[in-house]
């Protein structure tokens, strides 16, 4: 019995990876065996409109929010200067080229068992309101399930509409965008450079695999079903980004 307990305990204290996918939803990973511990649905990372007619689309990074113009179906791709983040924080806002921008920023906060992926909302603008604080048999305030370990995670949604002001077809719509990001910790340079994993993740799909770093053995592979576009580690104090290399499907299935 005490063996089984303390084995319990380790396991609950252990870091896990987590992957965050274009589809939305994060994936909880045992970085050493590639066990998943839990998957939880979530908002796609960027929404967008359908396509239109209209002759410049944006596309955006899921991975960072940064925004590429293109114009019309034989023109060019260009990389703007600014993300879809730092255009909220400056909007209102004119570009040299005409362009109007206006953003608007809505932060959440969960509270989530890093055992179990079990979450619940409690704090946070628009949606359903957070949940009543239940009494334990104590008498205590818990919020359901939460424990001890129960982790805070963070998460910001981004919309930023554009019009064209310099648009010679007065009936042009505005074309707006969301992108979704979880706050995170980022690793100081010395960790980065020490970090033990190395993770590849395709570009077009959901496969994933983690080596180790320094002697380049093969640890484990899965798909996730979406493209990753973060992977962090969950600790007490949230999440951590850690470094990952996107590559080509063919270099993961050979």
């Known amino acids: 019995m005490y063996g089984k307990d303390c084995t319990a305990v380790a396991k609950d204290e252990e870091t896990m990876l987590v992957f965050s996918t274009l589809g939305g939803g994060l994936t909880a990973i045992d970085p050493l065996t590639g066990e998943t511990r839990w998957s939880i649905a979530d908002e796609p990372a960027i929404r967008v409109p359908a396509p239109s007619d209209t002759s410049a689309h944006y596309l955006p990074d899921p991975r960072d929010g940064s925004l590429y113009r293109m114009n019309g179906l034989e023109g060019g791709l260009k990389k703007l200067p600014y993300t879809i983040p730092q255009l909220v924080a400056s909007a209102p806002c004119r570009s040299s080229d005409g362009i109007l921008y206006s953003g608007k920023k809505s932060d959440v906060w969960f509270l989530i068992d890093p055992k179990t992926g079990q979450r619940e909302k409690v704090?946070?603008?628009?949606?359903?309101?957070?949940?009543?604080?239940?009494?334990?048999?104590?008498?205590?305030?818990?919020?359901?399930?939460?424990?001890?370990?129960?982790?805070?995670?963070?998460?910001?949604?981004?919309?930023?509409?554009?019009?064209?002001?310099?648009?010679?077809?007065?009936?042009?719509?505005?074309?707006?965008?969301?992108?979704?990001?979880?706050?995170?910790?980022?690793?100081?340079?010395?960790?980065?450079?020490?970090?033990?994993?190395?993770?590849?993740?395709?570009?077009?799909?959901?496969?994933?695999?983690?080596?180790?770093?320094?002697?380049?053995?093969?640890?484990w592979q899965k798909d996730l079903s979406s493209p990753v576009v973060a992977v962090f580690l969950l600790g007490s104090e949230g999440l951590l980004s850690v470094p990952f290399q996107t590559v080509s499907d063919e270099v993961l299935q050979e």
Do not use: C
Not at 144 to 170: E, N, P
Not at 193 to 204: A, I, N
């Open 123 to 219: 704090l946070g603008f628009g949606g359903a309101p957070p949940q009543t604080a239940s009494k334990d048999a104590d008498g205590t305030d818990s919020i359901g399930w939460a424990t001890s370990r129960a982790v805070y995670l963070g998460r910001t949604q981004y919309t930023v509409m554009m019009y064209d002001s310099l648009a010679t077809d007065r009936n042009s719509k505005p074309w707006n965008v969301t992108f979704f990001d979880y706050s995170a910790h980022s690793m100081a340079p010395e960790l980065t450079k020490e970090y033990e994993f190395l993770h590849l993740t395709s570009s077009s799909s959901g496969l994933t695999a983690t080596f180790e770093q320094n002697k380049g053995t093969p640890m």
